[in-house]
T-cell receptor, first 114, second 116 residues
């Protein structure tokens, strides 16, 4: 079946540090890949997405590239801010039918210190 | 665009009562909505898929008689937790799917349910 594996957390960084959050997936076919962010007490917000191999999703300084050869979609940001502190979820949508479902990773908590 | 709202944002109820949570797509039509449950510090668990005008499809292990889902229009789905018990206390999140090449889901802000 489909699955998403995220690196173990939590992650604590100092402001302006470089961020990488690893995500790998297993899926049949050609899934779409997503990163969602959840701020404390809130629902999930779509951060970025990529729909095919070699696509790069980007938003708010975050980037992730769809790597089919390594089945990865690692999230990166060159300089994190305190406001980036949140839980980050990697997800895929396998488009297996009319009701294609999202499969989520476990999420990773990022804390950024001033 | 693609805004999803939920109401209420939080609710406290007594054990044995029923609680209804609404999920609305504000600026688009959604033929498919999803209901998730999230436990503290954990990922989202899909409970059911809600299709406009038809019965919801429940995930394995989710009691359909306890979690009633109605998707009466293209912009509204409701989840009713019937005869709520303390173990039903959780964060319930809905999403609405925008059909297209990526089938992106947009999430509501969530509803915190506390059953006393």
């Amino acid at each position: 079946g489909n699955s998403v594996t995220q690196m173990e957390g939590p992650v604590t960084l100092s402001e302006e540090a470089f961020l990488t959050i690893n995500c790998t997936y297993t899926a049949t076919g050609y899934p779409s890949l997503f990163w969602y962010v959840q701020y404390p007490g809130e629902g999930l917000q779509l951060l970025l997405k990529a729909t095919k191999a070699d696509d790069k999703g980007s938003n708010k300084g975050f980037e992730a590239t769809y790597r089919k050869e390594t089945t990865s979609f690692h999230l990166e940001k060159g300089s994190v801010q305190v406001s980036d502190s949140a839980v980050y979820f990697c997800a895929l949508s396998a488009r297996t039918g009319a009701n294609s479902k999202l499969t989520f990773g476990k999420g990773i908590t990022l804390s950024v210190r001033p | 665009g693609a805004v999803v709202s939920q109401h209420p944002s939080w609710v406290i109820c007594k054990s044995g009562t029923s609680v209804k949570i609404e999920c609305r797509s504000l600026d688009f039509q959604a033929t498919t909505m999803f209901w998730y449950r999230q436990f503290p510090k954990q990922s989202l668990m899909l409970m059911a898929t809600s299709n406009e005008g038809s019965k919801a499809t429940y995930e394995q292990g989710v009691e359909k008689d306890k979690f009633l889902i109605n998707h009466a229009s293209l912009t509204l789905s409701t989840l009713t937790v019937t005869s709520a018990h303390p173990e039903d206390s959780s964060f319930y999140i809905c999403s609405a799917r925008v059909q297209g090449p990526s089938d992106t889901q947009y999430f509501g802000p969530g509803t915190r349910l506390t059953v006393l």
